[in-house]
T-cell receptor, first 113, second 114 residues
Framework: GNSVTQMEGPVTLSEEAFLTINCTYTATGYPSLFWYVQYPGEGLQLLLKATKADDKGSNKGFEATYRKETTSFHLEKGSVQVSDSAVYFC????????????FGKGTTLSVSS | NAGVTQTPKFQVLKTGQSMTLQCAQDMNHNSMYWYRQDPGMGLRLIYY???????DKGEVPNGYNVSRLNKREFSLRLESAAPSQTSVYFC?????????????FGSGTQLSVL
């Protein structure tokens, strides 16, 4: 079946450090890929997405590239801020309309000043 | 815009009690979902409704029932709560019909079953 595997956290960084959170997936066909972010006490919100191979999603300084050959969608940011502290979820939808998102287990990022 | 509204925000139940979690969206979305979030487990899909009048089981449906009351509302019912159902529950919605769409989430219901 379809699944998403994320690197385990927590990830602890100093402000302005480089961030990578690894995500790999298993899916039949051509899924769409997403990164969601959850700030403390809130629901999830979409951070970025990519819908086909080699697409790059970007938002708020975060980027992720859909790599079909390695089945990966790693999240990166060149210089993190304290306000980026949150839980990050990689997710996919299969190629049938109306199917639900499948989430990874989430990676907690903590950024200190 | 309210978006996705969940009630209640917090609930404590005793084992065997029943309750219904309410969810409503005002975005005219077709598809609605219930997830539970547990430490180290991420989000797991309980049930979803791809469109009004349809519901389908997700990954962890046991112990739950759902009702798509109308296009706006999608409720989750625990008939006989168990401690294993202690979790944070999220309702979500999307316009539906396409796999590229983003989900809009409610702010969650924190449920404790003693």
């Amino acid at each position: 079946g379809n699944s998403v595997t994320q690197m385990e956290g927590p990830v602890t960084l100093s402000e302005e450090a480089f961030l990578t959170i690894n995500c790999t997936y298993t899916a039949t066909g051509y899924p769409s890929l997403f990164w969601y972010v959850q700030y403390p006490g809130e629901g999830l919100q979409l951070l970025l997405k990519a819908t086909k191979a080699d697409d790059k999603g970007s938002n708020k300084g975060f980027e992720a590239t859909y790599r079909k050959e390695t089945t990966s969608f790693h999240l990166e940011k060149g210089s993190v801020q304290v306000s980026d502290s949150a839980v990050y979820f990689c997710a996919l939808t299969a190629n049938q309309a109306g199917t639900a998102l499948i989430f990874g287990k989430g990676t907690t990022l903590s950024v200190s000043s | 815009n309210a978006g996705v509204t969940q009630t209640p925000k917090f609930q404590v139940l005793k084992t065997g009690q029943s309750m219904t979690l309410q969810c409503a969206q005002d975005m005219n979305h077709n598809s609605m979902y219930w997830y539970r979030q547990d430490p180290g487990m991420g989000l797991r899909l309980i049930y979803y409704s791809a469109s009004e009048g349809t519901t389908d089981k997700g990954e962890v449906p046991n112990g739950y029932n759902v009702s798509r009351l109308n296009k706006r509302e999608f409720s989750l019912r625990l008939e006989s709560a168990a401690p294993s159902q202690t979790s944070v529950y999220f309702c979500a919605s999307t316009l539906g019909g396409g796999r590229r769409e983003k989900l809009f989430f409610g702010s969650g219901t924190q449920l404790s079953v003693l």
